[in-house]
């Protein structure tokens, strides 16, 4: 995820009259991660009350359902959009405070086990993703362009590849698209698999977060399965998201020896403006807790912080994802997307069943 | 779905999107510990 995506602009105005735009859009995302809260409780509440066996249907679904029923059945008016754009700023922020509920031997112990698959996912997705899109005759910078969006970090990763590497606003877009629609399929499929291979929680957190490439989509998609799997793929990604930098880095040099890219002068500047920040954040609220800096009570105050800070990013999950906008990107990249990441899918899965039998996760 | 791919570290906003989370972040986590926001409810 990169760190280089500031605040929605939302209009040359005062910082006040700024603020007061994102209002609206903001109440809108409450209002759905709301509404998605009340129908997990009253769906369960109603089924129990009438002895009926139905599948536990999490808020989290229910969030992003709404939003999706709303944004691909009628036109969001434009007055919510700034809002509904705070989405990864919820995201960043709720991950932040989720560092809370983690004791740092944990992040140390599971953070060193997702680092080293990162590593070869990142590898893999890379040497994967170019030979695909050789195959299919994609321009390379597109072809750049999805493959580190699909090892790294999805969409954040493609915007700051994009400067990096002078790719086309065109290749952007369609990388982008690609990676969102498949980015939802995943929420779907990626539970739905779990659930059959009777996966433990931190077996599936960790192949959430290896596998699903937007970070908001895999944090859901975690959440989706149980609250532990939701932790243990918030830390996988953020491993991966961590390496970012790297990896754009890598690309920018490869463009600018072929000419077709500024050369990278100062590369720890580069390397650091890259780097995701709140990952700092993270390692430190997980310290701070550590130290014993807060109590028992104010830990469980801040984990709840950071639920409802998710809750408000599922409903703009569900908010963003237009399918007829994605429908228009056309089909070649999207293909190439789709078979890449359904690789991606069973080598990560393969990467944490073998860590599963040597660890013991 | 947002397909902006303009690279907004270029933008005029003052800090990132990441900084902005810190920032409100360990703002509410010095909120939690002196008190002033308690027993947060899920």
Redesign the interface.
């Known amino acids: 995820m990169a ?5 929605p ?1 939302v209009g040359s105005g005062s910082p006040l009259l700024n603020a007061l735009r994102i209002v609206p859009g903001v109440l809108l995302l409450a209002g759905i991660g709301y509404a998605g809260k009340v129908l997990e409780r009253s769906g369960n509440a109603y089924a129990k009350a009438h002895h009926w066996t139905f599948p536990n249907i999490e808020y989290v679904l229910w969030a992003i359902l709404i939003g999706l029923v709303i ?1 691909n059945t009628m036109t969001i008016p434009k007055l919510f959009q700034s809002g509904i ?1 705070t989405y ?2 919820w995201l ?2 709720g ?3 989720l560092g ?1 509920r983690f004791v740092l031997a944990d992040v140390l112990k599971l953070g060193g086990i997702s680092l080293g698959l990162v590593v070869i996912e990142i590898t893999l997705s890379l040497a994967l993703m170019t030979l695909l899109g050789r195959l299919f005759k994609l321009k390379p910078k597109l072809t750049s362009l999805l493959a580190i969006g699909s090892a790294v970090c999805g ?1 954040s990763a ?3 590849a ?2 990096a590497i002078d790719a086309d ?1 065109e290749d ?2 369609f990388a ?2 690609a990676i ?1 629609a498949l980015g939802a399929l995943s929420l779907f499929t990626f539970p739905a698999i779990a659930h059959s291979l009777h996966m433990n929680d931190v077996s599936y957190g960790l192949w959430a977060g290896l596998g699903i490439d937007n970070t908001a989509e895999a944090t859901a998609a975690g959440a989706l399965y149980s609250d532990a799997a939701g932790k243990v793929a918030v830390l996988a990604k953020t491993t991966r998201n961590a390496m970012i930098g790297f990896v754009v880095l890598a690309y920018a040099i490869y463009w600018a020896g072929r000419g077709q890219a500024e050369a990278v002068d100062n590369k720890a500047a580069f390397l650091w ?1 890259k780097f ?3 990952v ?2 993270f390692l430190l ?1 997980s310290s ?1 807790v550590g130290f014993h ?2 109590s028992k ?2 830990v ?3 984990g ?2 950071s ?2 800070a998710f809750l408000l990013t599922f409903a703009g999950v569900g908010l ?3 399918f007829r ?2 429908s228009k ?1 056309g089909l070649r990249p999207f293909i190439v997307g789709a078979l890449g990441e359904i690789l991606i899918a069973c080598l990560t899965l393969g990467l944490v069943v073998g860590a599963n039998r040597i660890w013991g996760l | ?3 902006d ?5 270029r ?3 003052s ?8 920032i ?3 703002l ?2 010095l909120a ?2 002196f008190g002033v ?6």
């Not at chain 2, 800090?15 to 810190?22: M, Q, V």
């Open positions: 760190s280089s995506i500031s605040l602009r944004s754009d990864e700023f960043k922020l991950i932040v405070l809370s969409v493609i915007i700051a994009k400067g606003d952007s877009s982008i698209a969102l403006k995701p920040k709140f700092l954040g609220m701070l800096v807060f009570g104010q469980a105050s801040l709840n912080l639920k409802w963003r994802t237009n906008d994605m990107q | 779905m947002s397909t791919t303009s690279d907004s570290s933008k005029g906003t800090f990132s999107l990441d900084t902005w989370a810190l409100v972040a360990f509410l986590a939690v510990r926001l308690k027993n947060i409810p899920w």
